[in-house]
Every structure is written in C-alpha cells, then in structure tokens.
C-alpha cells in the first residue's frame, strides 16, 4: 500500500474544472483531502477489492485515488460532461491498475444500480448557494440507498445533522474527522484570492437500514 504523502503525489496531476458552475458548486478537492479521505477508508477495509462509486465526481479525484489504491471496481456519476471529459483525461495521467467508468447522470437520481456491496465517496454541494440548499441531503439519501459504507465530506459544524439523518436512515456515524482546506478563487464573488474552508469528513455503516 502507498502511503498517503504517496498517495496525494500521484493525485497532483489531476486537473480541476475548466469552467466551474456556481449552481453546482463546483471545485477541486484537494489532493491532501482527498488523499486522507481514500487512505482512511481503506485503513477500514472500505477500498480495495470492493466496488466504490464517486456522486457528483467531478474531474475524478476521489474515484481516482480509490482506483490507485486498488479498488475493484470504481463508478464516478457526474451531471456535468465537461468534467467528466476532464476526468478521463486525469485517469490516463494518474494511470491507476483499476479501471473507472465515467457515467453521466444526476448523482441524486442514480442512473445506475449496484448489485455488490459499495463504498461511496464524495464531495457533495454544500448548499452555500440559495438555489442548491441542503443539496448534500440529496446526496446522502443516494448513498443511503446504495452503499454499504459512505464518507462524504461536509461543511463544518454538520455533525448533528449528518448523525441525525443517518439514524433516521438506518446508519450509523463510526468515523469523523475535521479538515481545513485551501479554495482558489473560482467564481466572481470571490473577492479574496484563497480562502479557508473547514470541512468535516463522516464515514457513515449503512447495515442498520430495513428495506
């Protein structure tokens, strides 16, 4: 196994977004964070040898490090083609031995159903905007329905909500950690050149659910 300085090497060379959209809340995640996020899932038995699906992929990254870190099968469900076409690009760049199938679709309307157990990665919209709010709600409602083990990253101070609703859902929250990152600006109302982002990450066992 690499380790995760490795790990966040190999994923330097994954672009981001050409033309970000604001509505979708589009940004790259860094490869320190996503590089942690895999790395610790895969500690937990949560990576390789098992299917993992990335919602709302973007150009890849979380899939990606999944399929360097020797994931069986990796999907990453995107609603926007021009990421997705960045992200078959990253996939020959960090040239993993695992292969990854870029699906075009709305990650809270799965266009593809999982017949084998399943980690789910992501990287969710956190709902800063007016018209997208709760969209991380959407997107643990799909990973309630498909997945066996979710981690999904979230705004700070989401602990509560994120414990609430996996209860409801039959889960459990195991695992959680806080992070801090870096964002370029990306669109126009960013008036500082970076700026700081706190950010938790929840691993969530969806084994208690009754169908």
């Known amino acids: ?27 790259r995640t860094p490869p320190e964070l996503a590089a942690h996020l895999v790395h610790t899932a895969d500690l937990q038995g949560d990576v390789e ?9 973007g150009t890849g990254i979380l899939a990606l490090a999944a399929a360097l870190r020797g994931a069986r099968r990796v999907v990453g469900v995107d609603l926007d083609a021009g990421p997705l076409g960045t ?18 679709g709305d990650a809270t309307r799965l266009p593809v159903s999982p017949a084998e157990s399943t980690t789910v990665v992501m990287n969710p919209p956190f709902g800063a905007q007016s018209s997208n709010e709760h969209a991380d709600r959407a997107f643990l409602e799909t990973a309630a329905a498909v997945a066996d083990i979710s981690y999904s990253i979230h705004n700070a101070d989401s602990q509560s909500f994120v414990e609430s609703f996996a209860a409801d859902n039959g889960g459990d929250v195991t695992h959680s950690f806080r992070a801090q990152f870096d964002l370029p600006a990306t669109f126009d109302h960013h008036t500082d050149d970076t700026r700081s982002i706190d950010a938790e990450v929840f691993r969530i066992d969806w084994d208690e659910r009754v169908f």
Not at 1 to 26: H, I, N, W
Not at 49 to 57: Q, T, W
Not at 87 to 104: D, Y
């Open 1 to 27: 196994m690499a380790t995760k300085s490795e790990l966040t090497q190999q994923l330097g060379v994954v672009a981001g977004f050409d033309s970000p959209r604001v509505d979708l809340e589009q940004y």
């Open 49 to 57: 040898d098992r299917a993992v699906l990335d919602l709302g992929c």
């Open 87 to 104: 992200a078959v690009e990253n996939e020959r760049r960090v040239a993993s031995a695992s292969p990854v199938s870029w699906v075009r």
